[in-house]
């Protein structure tokens, strides 16, 4: 079965005035109708970038684009940005980080929501403002015939991102990706977005992409979980390989700092040691290496070689120098304990 969405050796580079800026550097993924894929990482991994690469907002604007980006069996890296343009917003459409920023201060949310159905569908701005109206509605928005009138600014956060979620499935698309949909709302407002999104999902079986750096906000949501590290992939598996079963250094930091609400806290959390590389001068051989407490069991090769995307067991890959039997040791001695005391 050809999956929806399928990108095939994805690079994303930046030239500036210091280097060249590798934010994505071979990224290989897929995913299906109805799913759900958790792309998850620091800040400046290249997720954002990866998710901006796919809706083609990057052309024109200094980037140098390579690979392949299948949607629905058409090839959008070689493709115009005018048909790019026409496939946003019914074909694939984004939730942004910050509504706010996202949003036209000048135009009512309706009108926004309004602009973009009419822009895909012949009808009348009568019917357009019902649509609005019923959109607002479904996403929680109260009293929907009034604050479809409303301009950004008069909505809370948690109902920006709502209406955000409204504009972007105004025109039922099959893959929605939403960037860190999240990360400014209070906690039960994060739930309730994350469990509207899955509804809605649902409702019409289109294919999810949550960016974000919380592993928390994708241990439920997503069927796989991606990895990324320098604008690389360093691990990818389902949610329950990611969990239970991981095998890369980074993805165990990952989870050691990771609060946990099951169980009394007994120790601090375990933060990774120093900070993401920068994307212009990425340390040679496996990126992670300064940071990684185990790159001296790899006979040097951390610091000289990059490590192979290389798969473990059933669609599980992980990017590492170490051999799998002594990760998993590792992981069953050593990590997992630790991590079950926190």
């Not at 990706?177 to 209070?186: G, S």
Request: glycine share 10%.
């Amino acid at each position: 079965m050809t999956p929806f969405l399928d990108v095939k050796d994805l690079k994303i580079h930046f030239s500036t005035d210091d280097g060249l800026v590798r934010s994505v550097d071979g990224l290989t993924f897929s995913l299906e109708r109805g799913k759900t894929l958790g792309i998850v990482g620091e800040s400046g991994s290249g997720k954002s970038v990866t998710s901006l690469g796919i809706l083609g907002l990057h052309k024109g604007k200094g980037a140098n684009i390579s690979g392949e980006i299948w949607l629905d069996g058409e090839e959008l890296v070689g493709a115009s940005q005018e048909h790019v343009r026409g496939l946003r917003g019914k074909k694939m459409a984004m939730i942004f980080q910050d509504p706010l920023s996202a949003m036209h201060p000048f135009y009512t949310v309706g009108d926004q929501i309004i602009e973009a159905y009419r822009i895909h569908n012949k009808v009348t701005k009568a019917v357009a403002k019902k649509h609005a109206i019923d959109m607002l509605g479904r996403v929680g928005i109260p009293e929907p015939q009034r604050r479809v009138d409303s301009y950004p600014h008069e909505f809370s956060g948690g109902m920006r991102q709502r209406a955000m979620i409204a504009m972007a499935l105004s025109c039922d698309p099959e893959l929605l990706i939403a960037d860190e949909p999240t990360t400014a709302l209070d906690v039960t407002v994060q739930a309730q977005i994350l469990d509207l999104m899955v509804d809605l999902q649902r409702e019409f079986n289109s294919a999810l992409i949550i960016i974000t750096h919380d592993l928390g906000v994708v241990a439920e949501l997503s069927d796989d979980i991606l990895v990324m590290y320098a604008g690389k992939c360093i691990e990818y598996g389902t949610a329950e390989d990611i969990f239970y079963r991981p095998e890369h250094p980074y993805t165990w930091g990952l989870l050691g700092s990771m609060p946990r609400l099951d169980r009394e806290p007994t120790e601090r959390l375990m933060p990774i040691k120093g900070s993401p590389p920068s994307l212009i001068n990425v340390p040679p051989g496996c990126a992670f290496h300064p940071r990684c407490p185990y790159a001296e069991r790899t006979k040097g090769k951390a610091t000289t070689e990059v490590p192979a995307l290389a798969e473990t067991s059933g669609g599980h890959l992980v990017r590492c120098h170490m051999d799998q039997e002594e990760r998993r040791t590792l992981w069953e001695n050593e990590i997992k304990p630790m991590l079950e005391t926190q």
